[in-house]
């Protein structure tokens, strides 16, 4: 029987709101860990997410969902966030996860943008992680804020201003793209040496190119891309091909198959 726990977990002056699904009750049991990352603007309660939480426990994995500063039920503001605070909570979340009994290895997977902040966080600490997966990873961040904004181009990259939109909607600081500018995705990959990752991608994705998949996954050193035909940045119509490639790559290093 598969069991949940939701609670908070300081970091960083805040509190950040997370969901432990864990594949049964039983006392003394240990399981492999996906700490899962929503995207942008996202939530731990989305379709895409849930699925995920669902389908872990399902194969015996356990799932612990989090919500980084200035998402969801989160602490925080969505104004004042950027990826370098949601790189050193993914570190508090990892040291967090290791102290945990019931925790056998601990896997990071991120969505969109919790993919490039996950992307960070497996550099800064590679030898806490068994394995990596990047869903629909947003790796065109730091292109974008060098050349005038993400999704679209909307500003003068030479004169960052102090606050603009994201998807024309939420109110964000000027600083998230000063920030996005300075990403060190490369040495992220380099530190996080050989260790197993998995890109899944939409070949359709509306939102990040495909490209942008298969640029990830050969920039390191052992990754599988698995590419998605027909389908959105979400995963809407085919997010069950996305937890059995997510399940078979988990099997694989565990050494269940």
């Known amino acids: 029987m598969m069991s949940t726990r939701e609670f908070y977990f300081p970091s960083g002056g805040i509190r950040l709101h997370c969901k432990l699904d864990l594949p049964g009750d039983e006392a003394g049991s240990r399981f492999p860990l996906v700490l899962v990352i929503p995207g942008l603007t996202g939530h731990m ?8 939480a669902d389908a872990l426990p399902l194969s015996g994995y356990a799932c612990l969902r989090a919500e980084l500063y200035g998402h ?3 602490g925080g503001s969505f104004h004042d966030h950027n990826l370098f ?35 960070l966080g497996a550099g800064l600490k590679p030898d806490a992680l ?7 990873p947003a790796m065109l961040m730091k292109e974008n804020a060098m050349t005038g904004g993400f999704p679209e181009k909307f500003f003068d990259p ?15 600081s000027g600083n998230y793209y000063r920030v996005n500018r ?5 040495d992220a990959i380099r530190l996080y040496g050989n260790r197993p990752v998995l890109v899944v991608h939409s070949r359709t994705d509306e939102l990040v190119p495909f490209r942008y998949g298969e640029e990830t996954a050969a920039a390191y050193q052992n990754a599988e891309l698995i590419s998605i035909d027909g389908d959105d ?22 050494g269940r198959n």
Request: charge should be negative; charged fraction near 20%.
């Open 85 to 119: 605070l949601w790189a050193l909570e993914i570190m508090d979340l990892i040291d967090y996860v290791r102290k945990m009994d019931s925790v056998s290895e601990i896997y990071l997977c991120g969505h969109s943008q919790g993919g490039t902040a996950a992307v």
């Open 158 to 172: 030479e004169r960052i201003p102090d606050e603009t939109l994201v998807f024309d909607e939420q109110p964000i």
């Open 233 to 254: 940045h979400c995963f809407e119509t085919h997010i069950n091909l996305v937890t059995t490639a997510m399940i078979r790559f988990l099997d694989r290093i565990v």
């Open 130 to 136: 068994d394995g990596l997966i990047l869903l629909a």
């Open 45 to 52: 309660e989305e379709p895409h997410i849930t699925a995920i």
């Open 182 to 186: 300075l990403l060190p995705f490369d």
């Open 72 to 74: 969801g039920m989160s």
